[in-house]
Structure formats: C-alpha cells, structure tokens
C-alpha cells in the first residue's frame, strides 16, 4: 500500500514540475531595445532586423548558425543558434529569437522569422 503512495505522490511532483515549467516559459518578455537584452541575464524573446551586409555562417560540421541582428536604434547583437537555417531567413522582414545573453553573444534557442505579406503588397497597389 506505501508504494502506491510514493508513486502517487512521485507523479504529483513531475506533474507540478512540468507545470512550473510551462508556467515559466510563458512569462518570457519580449525585448526590441538590445542595450536592455546586453544587461539581462534572464530569458528574453528579442525582436529586430537581421543585418544583411555582415551576411550569416553556417557551421554544418557543428550545426551552428551565426548571424546579427539589431534594433531600431541600430544596436547591434551576435546570434548563435544550435540548428540549421530557418525557413524563408534570408526574406524575412524582422527575426524573434528567444535566449540568453552573455558574454557579447545572444545565445538562441529558438527562432522565428516574419516574411513579408504578399496581401501588404495588394493593398499599397489597390491605394494608388
């Protein structure tokens, strides 16, 4: 009968765990002014345009993927990215990355990109 209880109780833990988990996973804020992200030591979801003229890396061997973006205020940060390219990455208008950062980089787990709309294009033509 005391395993059953022990059991009980270990699945309640995991469970309450996982929770806290997700609970602390939605909270991240997000970040458009890169001086605030270089003073964080916390998860940020950071917001800005990819740098085109300083190009991106890719690092197949290790599959590390390297690129800057900056804000509007033209404030500069190095992304590192474990994982391949994202899709539509060299068309996209703005990048998200979720991470930390330290030590000069911007450490990404995750990416996302935000394509242009082809409806925006339709629209401007439909104003003339």
Known sequence: MEKKYVLGGF??????????????????AY????????KSDVTIRATGVWVKEKGYEMDKANNIFTFYIKDNKNVEVKVVY????????????????????????????TILTKCPSKYEERFEENQS
Do not use: C, H, W
């Not at 833990?13 to 991240?28: C, D, E, K, N, P």
């Not at 970040?31 to 270089?38: A, H, K, L, P, T």
């Open 11 to 28: 699945v309640i833990v995991v469970f309450l765990g996982v929770m806290a988990l997700l609970l602390s996973q939605s909270s991240i």
């Open 31 to 38: 970040e458009n002014d890169f001086s605030r992200i270089q």
């Open 82 to 109: 474990q994982g391949s390219i994202p899709n539509n990455f060299e068309t996209a208008t703005s990048v998200v990355v979720t991470g930390k950062y330290s030590n000069g980089i911007f450490n990404a787990a």
